[in-house]
């Protein structure tokens, strides 16, 4: 059974100056030495639109996954992540996520929109996570489902702290 999992976040920082940041190389490179995860920056697009395009390729190590996940996967788990972030107007910007994990048969989903919050911006994300393993499936959706619920957040502030770390 899918787990969907929502997440909201406010920060001090506005949209523009996230949607800014997302296309910047140096921001993931930064954001993935920061969560010292083996994550690589596969393309980085800016179209003149403005849309933001990102893949990466993230592999996780056998210590931080599940148990269950670990016996089928002995050499850890690689998932191909993409991100593309489109401003909607002046204010607003629409994200669409999806990760895909062959070797779990797992897959997810996402949006997620950034919109003005008093001073700063708010970030509503809501995804959907499969994995069609029988009987460990569900116990992967909830590990991947946990993983995302803590770390919109913490991505978030790493966010505010790098726009913060270059503000004049």
């Keep these: ?34 969560f010292e995860t083996d994550t690589s920056l596969d393309a980085l697009r800016v179209d003149d639109d403005g849309a933001v395009h990102v893949a990466m390729t993230v ?3 056998r210590s931080v996954l599940p148990a269950a996940l670990v016996k089928l996967i002995p050499g850890g788990l690689t998932m191909t992540h993409r ?8 204010q607003r910007v629409c994200g669409e996520i999806s990760i ?17 919050a008093g001073a700063g911006s708010q970030l509503a994300f809501a995804a959907t996570v499969r994995v069609k393993m029988p009987v ?5 959706e909830r590990f991947i489902g946990g993983q995302l619920a803590e770390n ?7 966010t505010t702290e790098w726009i913060a770390g270059r503000s004049c």
Excluded at 152 to 158: S, T, V
């Design 59 to 61: 592999h996780l190590v």
């Design 136 to 140: 460990v499936g569900g116990t992967v």
């Design 83 to 90: 991100e593309v972030w489109r401003p909607v107007d002046e």
């Design 1 to 34: 059974m899918p787990r969907s999992v929502d997440v909201s976040v406010r920060s001090p920082v506005t949209v523009p100056q996230v949607h800014a940041a997302f296309s910047a190389e140096d921001y993931w490179r930064e954001r993935f030495a920061a």
């Design 100 to 116: 895909d994990a062959p070797a779990a048969r797992g897959a997810g989903h996402g949006e997620a929109w950034l919109t003005p």
């Design 152 to 158: 919109i957040p913490a991505i978030q502030r790493f």
